[in-house]
């Protein structure tokens, strides 16, 4: 395994910043989650989400797993990426018509509902197209997931899902429609989640919802639980992989599924973050009156995690062996957000050292942008060296 180990002289040669995708670790990743869940029999779709890099959407497509999207966009990237339409699933609170339209022409598996308004809009254009929709009920079980508030999502007053209360009006509702098929219910409870006691009492809690629901004489297909299992963010070195057999383990042991009930899940970031680094070059080395800073080349339009979440990235100086110091790692943006590390040691860095900042592969691409109009970064493959 490569375990964060770099092709340091020919990064050298290379434009920076760029992400650096290591294609072996995410295949052993992918073997690890085929391994554990395809001993309970569960479906795992990839959040495209956390990174739809077209060459990882590849590797992941073709290692049999679906794929869980957010947006048309997302649909298209999975269908060119060669995951097949009945293994897509299509979640968000704010469908547009278009990209209903779209789903339902590319005859995807399951549309995760998030409103009664959302029901009624796709069973008129199901009903314009002569088809039914394949749909799942997004319910809020009101778990907390205990993680960062901005990545929060099972919660009443999270915008996302259906609120248990108003379950029994919407499937009321549904009663009347004839272009929707109830086949699942959908949960998602946040981000980044480690204490696998969220998801024991996701699952608890589930479990009770599903026999209420049979009380009244309604059974799905499926149980879909979302993704939110988190990495060690600390440790991509000695841990790279996440902890699937500990995740997978807790729904095989408490859930009641039922005779032929499937179970789905939706991995994005425990699937992706650890095989990607953002590597940056030093531009200078600025020594402060009180603090010493390592600018680098890229900034938060590379990677948004530390900015928007307060997210700690590993960052390792690959060029230095020099004896550690003190720094406050920052980007190039005009922005005094456009911080990566605060008073972190490093080893001595003067200009033109490489920085990798690990575990980016997820929700790092995906989320840059062109602010100050700056170029989006590449991306480069391990097999390319
Ligand atoms: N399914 C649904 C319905 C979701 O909303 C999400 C993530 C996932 C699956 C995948 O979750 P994961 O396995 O990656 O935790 N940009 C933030 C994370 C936002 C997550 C949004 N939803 C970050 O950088 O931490």
């Known amino acids: 395994m490569l375990k964060g180990k770099f092709p340091v002289d020919q990064f050298q040669a290379l434009e920076t910043p760029f992400y650096y995708y290591d294609l072996q670790l995410l295949q052993e990743t992918l073997e690890v989650v085929k391994r554990e869940s395809g001993q309970y029999g569960y479906h795992v779709h990839y959040a495209v989400k956390a990174n739809a890099n077209p060459r990882l959407l590849a590797l992941i497509a073709q290692n049999g797993l679906g794929a869980d999207c957010v947006s048309g966009g997302e649909i298209q990237a999975a269908l060119e990426a060669g995951f097949p339409n009945d293994k897509i699933v299509f979640a968000g609170v704010g469908k547009a018509d278009w990209e209903i339209n779209l789903g339902l022409e590319r005859r995807i598996a399951c549309f995760n509902v998030e409103s009664a308004a959302e029901l009624e809009v796709i069973d008129e254009l199901a009903g314009r197209k002569g088809v039914v929709a394949r749909v799942a009920l997004r319910i809020n079980p009101e ?4 993680t960062h ?16 209360s108003q379950l029994p009006q919407v499937l009321k509702r549904m009663e009347t429609m004839s272009h929707v098929e109830l086949t699942g219910l959908h949960c998602h409870i946040g981000s980044q989640i480690t204490d696998m006691s969220a998801f024991r009492n ?16 309604l059974r799905v297909e499926h149980l879909n639980f979302g993704g939110g299992l988190g990495i060690d963010y600390y440790h991509p070195n000695h841990l790279p992989i996440a902890a699937f057999d500990n995740y997978f383990a807790v729904f095989h042991t408490l859930l009641d599924k039922r005779p032929g009930q499937q179970v789905h899940f939706e991995p994005g970031r425990s699937i992706v973050a650890p095989c990607g680094s953002l590597i940056s070059k030093v531009l200078y080395v600025k020594e402060g009156e009180t603090k010493r800073f390592a600018i680098l080349d890229a900034g938060f339009t590379d990677l948004i995690r530390p900015a928007m979440y307060d997210a700690y990235h590993r960052v390792e100086n690959l060029t230095s062996d020099e004896p550690e110091e003190l720094y406050d790692v920052v980007g190039p943006i005009c922005e005094s957000s456009d911080v990566f590390a605060k008073d972190i040691a490093l080893n001595k860095a003067r200009r033109g050292d490489l920085f990798a900042l690990r575990s980016a592969g997820a929700y790092g691409e995906i989320m840059a942008s062109r602010y100050n109009c700056r170029k989006l970064p590449r991306a480069h493959f391990s097999d390319e060296f």
């Open 202 to 217: 996701l699952v608890i809690r589930v479990n009770e919802i599903q026999e209420e629901l049979e009380k009244k004489g």
């Open 149 to 164: 508030a901005k990545i929060t999502t099972g919660l009443k007053e999270n915008k996302f899902g259906i609120n248990l």
């Open 143 to 146: 778990v907390d997931a205990h």
